[in-house]
């Protein structure tokens, strides 16, 4: 059965005078030539992304859309009316989002994160904003401390929601994060916390024993590089911390701790200092 909004393996049946026609053992569909590859040879079996024209007729392309049905992508308005705006998708066929489906009004040249369903009454692909319709609120594929990968959904008051591997939805509390975040950026981050409820806690840094053993390291050659000291102690800033060594100022605390039982360093409020070998 051929998939609507999703790549499928197809068999060139012939060439016709408008396009190469594919099937997959019970339906046919129509690649039209600007749409297939330049070697098209009957009974070759070929991955194409099919999907329903305007006209309602099943069209398949060998272009490679932004995003499939089921899956959450940033994508940018091109036109926008009164019912309802159209994204570009990256193929010939620009994505609908209809009025219903938008969180707030989608206008022409701005980008939004969007999830990419099917419309099961006449198998359009249509797009929503309203992305928390479509995330899953259980049964969790990961556990704190993994990582995950993260696309930045919307900025709001607490922080910055983002969907978790395609399927759930976390935050990012703005106090803990001290790059430049986006809508849209696709970023490596890990799980914090999952709370009794539900809600997913969010981290752009690395967490656990392992991350602590290796930051140890990473400090331990700073410190050998600059002559056994760095300027940074229990009271610099977190944004001072993480400009330097990408971390939080909780992870700092923990290496610097543990290099401090050791007997590898001193530290004092804005110093660090190596031990000198005797």
Not at 57 to 74: C, H, I, M, R, S
Not at 158 to 185: K, M, R, S, T
Not at 245 to 264: P, Q
Request: hydrophobic share 35%; glycine share 8%.
């Amino acid at each position: 059965m051929i998939e609507i909004g999703k790549f499928n393996y197809l068999r060139i049946v012939q060439k016709t005078d408008v396009g190469v026609l594919l099937t997959d053992g019970d339906t046919e569909v129509m690649m039209p030539y600007n749409h297939a590859p330049n070697v098209a040879i009957p009974g070759d079996n070929i991955n194409v992304f099919t999907f329903m024209n305007k006209e309602g007729k099943l069209l398949a392309t060998n272009q490679t859309p932004y995003a499939t049905v089921g899956e959450f992508a940033f994508l940018e308005v091109v036109d926008d009316s009164e019912d309802g705006a159209y994204l570009d998708l990256g193929i010939d066929k620009d994505l609908y989002a209809p009025k219903r489906d938008q969180k707030r009004p989608m206008k022409k040249g701005e980008s939004y994160v969007v999830y990419v369903y099917l419309d099961e009454s006449n198998g359009r692909m249509l797009a929503s904003s309203r992305v928390s319709n479509y995330v899953e609120e259980k049964n969790f594929e990961f556990e704190e401390g993994d990582e995950v990968s993260l696309l930045i959904s919307e900025q709001t008051d607490l922080g910055y929601n983002a969907i978790i591997n395609n399927q759930y939805i976390g935050l990012l509390y703005h106090n803990e994060v001290f790059d430049n975040v986006q809508p849209g950026d696709v970023r490596k981050g890990w799980i914090k916390k999952i709370r009794v409820e539900g809600k997913i806690d969010l981290t752009l840094q690395p967490t656990g024993y392992g991350h602590i053993l290796d930051t140890k390291d990473v400090l331990l050659q700073e410190l050998k590089k600059n002559n056994g000291l760095i300027n940074l102690g229990d009271k610099s800033s977190p944004e001072e911390i993480y400009q330097r060594f990408k971390i939080s100022k909780n992870a700092f605390r923990k290496s610097v701790g543990g290099l401090y039982k050791e007997r590898l360093v001193t530290v004092s409020d804005f110093e660090i200092r190596l031990v000198a070998e005797d």
